[in-house]
T-cell receptor, first 114, second 115 residues
């Protein structure tokens, strides 16, 4: 069964600190992996999208890594800011029932404290 | 313009009401999606339209009725909803449905409360 699992479920860090969020997936065949940031009650906003041939992709203070062999991805946030408080969702695009679908992880809820 | 616009932002409706959610994009995307998201849960796919035709219905109850009048617009008609249908309804669009390196853009959502 296609699954995307994220850890930790929630995380509290102090402003200015770094953190790393994890994503493991069992989606096959695999098309691409995306990280989204979702503020409470708002729609998800794309941070990065990576194909199997990409190992690292950065977007400002966000750096995503992908290991297609071990089916693991991470999102590293550098020098966290209060505005980084949100849910971070790992989404894998893969084939299910003969069509491509976005398979969502349950997200990591990040709280950045002053 | 990489924006998906959803209206209204908030909606409160009674169980006997009929209402519609609207979604619009002007990126030339030919795939549009409706998702339902409950609090602290990931979005759940409801419907997919590809080239203005319904291609996926994830066994959604008939009280939800999607409509795609043209390539830029997507509606979700609501009738006789239940309180458990209260959720954030998200619209998304992508260039097509192939899934190969297609970026999906989400709207800000409509917060629906059924009373």
């Amino acid at each position: 069964k296609n699954q995307v699992e994220q850890s930790p479920q929630s995380l509290i860090i102090l402003e200015g600190k770094n953190c790393t969020l994890q994503c493991n997936y069992t989606v096959s065949p695999f098309s691409n992996l995306r990280w989204y940031k979702q503020d409470t009650g708002r729609g998800p906003v794309s941070l990065t999208i990576m194909t199997f041939s990409e190992n690292t992709k950065s977007n400002g203070r966000y750096t995503a890594t992908l290991d297609a062999d071990t089916k693991q991805s991470s999102l590293h946030i550098t020098a966290s800011q209060l505005s980084d408080s949100a849910s971070y969702i790992c989404v894998v695009s893969g084939e299910e029932d003969s069509s491509y679908k976005l398979i969502f992880g349950s997200g990591t809820r990040l709280l950045v404290r002053p | 313009d990489t924006e998906v616009t959803q209206t209204p932002k908030h909606l409160v409706m009674g169980m006997t009401n009929k209402k519609s959610l609207k979604c619009e994009q002007h990126m030339g995307h030919r795939a549009m999606y409706w998702y339902k998201q409950k609090a602290k849960k990931p979005p759940e796919l409801m419907f997919v339209y590809s080239y203005e035709k319904l291609s996926i219905n994830e066994s959604v109850p008939s009280r939800f009725s999607p409509e795609c009048p043209n390539s830029s617009l997507l509606n979700l008609h609501l009738h006789a909803l239940q309180p458990e249908d209260s959720a954030l309804y998200l619209c998304a669009s992508s260039q097509d449905r192939t899934g190969w390196f297609t970026e999906a853009f989400f709207g800000q959502g409509t917060r629906l409360t059924v009373v």
